[in-house]
């Protein structure tokens, strides 16, 4: 209990909170976007791999339902109808190979009275990004092979640039309403190489992997580590804690040890008799110097000094040497701050 209230500093509550949120985040937006894109990758690679696959199909075999434009993108199918060339957009702000491009866009009525937006393919910019001459759809009934699409998110207001309406995104509704025709709003088509009408085919993108399943079990592993450094740090400052107070501890023992004895005279048997000390020889009856006056340094120095020699010594022996003190005190200063 005491360590953990020692825990409970802004530091520590801080550094523990920012750890819940990071790994929250990690848990809950993080690895699932990663996830997410990976899991739509591999579902745009499935598609692409299908339609490489499969032979072109009639529109009205493989699309019964708004969804399948999304389902099955794409896929090849057939039509057959007639151009409207009158109604006529463009698809700015794209690039092939680095060089800016516009996508021409027309409408196309098929047979069964059904219009579609046709991806016809790209042309470059011209200079001051006007819109170079090109070919327009050629007239009459015929069949065209092209790619289901779906539908783009995002803005789409049109630009007029050189009299035609221009927009970042193909949205069908709103190009359907900018030029007065009753297309398909969930989808579109992207017209392949070698139809009639064809430009120069839009690119297709190619199968790969991509990073994102790598970074969303990136994000997992963070959010199992932070949590993880963050119990090994604390057990890491209780462990010091721990060590310090055994140290202490160590130190306190040591301290009642050595002031635990008798105190102790430096002298072999000094004995004070009056105001005279005399010294008696271990194992003999022989009187010591002061009795028949030899070593007359100690028979003949000051009563009082050999007292408070002697207490001095006494007083050193039960509590050790100053400095011995000052360390203790110290320890226990710095025990009092870390509680």
């Known amino acids: 209990m005491r360590n953990l209230r020692r825990f409970l500093t802004p530091g ?67 039509v057959a109808g007639r151009w409207q060339p009158e109604a006529e957009a463009l698809l700015r702000l794209r690039s092939v190979d680095g060089e800016p491009v516009y996508q021409v866009l027309t409408a196309f009525a098929a047979d069964d009275g059904r219009e579609f937006l046709v991806n016809r393919g790209y042309i470059p910019v011209g200079e001051n990004n006007t819109v170079p001459e090109y070919e327009a759809a050629p007239g009459g009934n015929l069949e065209i092979t092209a790619r289901l699409r779906a539908a783009e998110d995002g803005q789409a207001e049109p630009v007029t640039v050189d009299g035609l309406p221009a927009v970042r995104i193909v949205d069908p509704v709103v190009l359907g309403e900018t030029l007065g025709q009753p297309v398909e709003t969930v989808g579109y088509l992207q017209l392949s190489g070698g139809q009639p009408g064809a430009l120069n085919p839009a690119p297709i993108p190619s199968i790969e992997a991509g990073p994102y399943l790598s970074y969303g079990l990136q994000w997992l592993a963070f959010g199992i580590l932070a949590p993880a450094a963050l119990g090994y740090f604390a057990w890491s400052e209780v462990k010091a804690r721990r060590r310090d107070a055994e140290e202490a501890a160590v130190s306190d023992v040591a301290a009642r040890d050595a002031g635990g004895g008798e105190p102790r005279d430096d002298s072999d048997d000094d004995t004070v008799t009056g105001d005279t000390p005399t010294r008696a020889r271990a194992g003999t009856g022989t009187p010591g110097p002061g009795a028949d006056g030899a070593g007359a340094d100690e028979a003949g120095a000051d009563p009082t000094t050999n007292v408070a020699i002697a207490r001095e010594r006494a007083m050193r022996a039960r509590y050790g040497q100053r400095d011995d003190a000052e360390k203790r005190r110290a320890h226990r200063r710095a025990d009092r701050l870390r509680s």
């Open 12 to 78: 520590w509550v801080l550094g523990v909170l920012a750890v819940i949120v990071f790994a929250w985040a990690c848990f809950a937006i993080l690895a699932p976007w990663q996830l997410g894109k990976s899991g739509d990758l591999d579902a745009r690679n499935a598609r692409l791999a299908e339609s490489v696959e499969a032979a072109p199909a009639p529109l009205a075999e493989v699309v019964s339902s708004p969804g399948d434009y999304a389902e099955r993108e794409w896929r090849l199918v057939t």
